[in-house]
């Protein structure tokens, strides 16, 4: 397998800003950048995503894959990213058929961050099948649940990005990426297992966003079973896991979470089992995005 | 002042669907709608939004508005929205000129929602002018954050919205919209402040959402000096409000916030002669959305 040459191009994931608050007191916070990010193929514009930039190659993989825009870590040459011009070169060894054709249908989505899905996604999901033993124990989301909490992160520093994991079933983090769009996060994530060769369906993914349609569809797409959120779902999240059979849980925190599609695919434990509920979390829980 | 001719569709805005708690406890849970809207102006399909359904007409005038696909309201002669089909017909006095080119170039947002800004907004930001002399005392902010805690909404029952809102700067609300997508809430508070003939310059626009690029610009383009939220800000929203003298105040949340940019605008009071700190935030402040 060849890969894509690629740049590591990195910058500044935060910025120190001055903020006044009710009693008059100056203070300085962190705040997380956004930039944009013009995404060139084959010389080509074909989008400008508002990044953080926390890993920008992944994320022009990752997208390209989830909008089934390259269909194959090979037909990719190399991503090139240059902050200084806000911009990431992707040279195909093939080009990209119907370019055109593919993103001129355009679908806003409800997610943070990436909004469009290009062309008939929606068509797409019934021809995805989730392998239908995957199974996932209690003890396996609360280790997930934990590890999140104790992570290190952008949002701990400057909050105001969203964060994606992908797991294995036992509780191992394998990628954790942070954005200002949660579609990039998930996105980044899809580059990086390409990258590494991972396959979703033995894996867990983890958003601290919501379990949006959209997301729902980027996680079939990387063929993973179980979606894990802190926050809520919506009917049409709802309705297509469950026409995918894929395993959702909402509202997971400390040692609650809601089981909502599929749920012959977790297995109960009997909470003494388990360990006790761990103090107030201190990382994602603390905030008040007013969506949960 | 000719309106245009609108239908007043609705749509069941929650489902109930079934969960399973932790100890294996099977409830009913509310959790909002999410579905496709497909615009079509003068018959030429533009785009699909994913929204709850709560406004939808208000939703598709305003999105035109913000996207400055159109530029006075008299150029619409109707907005038909049938969600048996889900689809929105707009019917133009003059038809959008170059529609074609000023829908070709797509910038995906960090926002919740409505991700694509047509064209070259951020080169139109620099041509604003927000009104110099605006000004909000601290008490109009407690008197905002107060009304948003004890509203009825959706986010009470089902969860999974963003919230936004435009007051008075006495603290008197106007609009209130909530929306899976938070800034199909902002283009539908756009939508129906031009209906009412509503000035942004005077008034105070709140979000639950981060304050992002993209929601400082679409501030902006109301003419509204004060955007307040119960997240946080991003680099990118910081640094536009900043260049547009626009005032943001992040972390609204019972008696506290962080003023961010041109604190000029807040005539800051004595605390003492505001009012006690409300109870625990029994609304919005509830949530857990892992992103503030």
Known sequence: MRLPEMTRATVPLTQEVQAIDEKGRRSLIHIPAERPLTVYVDKRELVTLMTLGGAPEALVLGYLRNQRLVRSLEEVAAIHVDWSVGAAAVRTRGGVADIEERTARKVVTTGCGQGSVFGSLM????????????????????????????????????????GCALFTREG????????????????????KMWLDGVQGGDKVFYTTGRLTSEMVIKGAQMSIPFL?????????????????????????????????????????????????????????????????
Chains 1, 2 share one sequence.
């Open 228 to 292: 894990l959120s802190r926050s809520g779902t919506t009917q049409m999240g709802h309705s297509v896991a469950t026409r995918l059979g894929m395993t959702l849980l909402a509202r997971c925190t400390g040692r609650h979470f809601l089981l909502l599609t599929s749920p012959e695919r977790l297995i109960l434990e009997p909470v003494s089992t388990l360990g006790s509920d761990p103090k107030v979390d201190t990382g994602w829980a603390g905030s008040a995005d007013g969506v949960a």
């Open 123 to 162: 068509e797409e999901v019934d021809d995805i099948v989730l392998p239908p033993e995957a199974r996932l124990r209690q003890s396996g989301v609360y280790r997930i649940v934990d590890t999140i909490r104790t992570l290190q992160s952008i949002y701990k520093q400057a909050g105001s990005v969203h």
């Open 172 to 191: 191992e983090l394998l990628y954790f990426v942070e954005d200002v769009g949660r579609h990039n996060a998930v996105d980044a994530i899809a580059g």
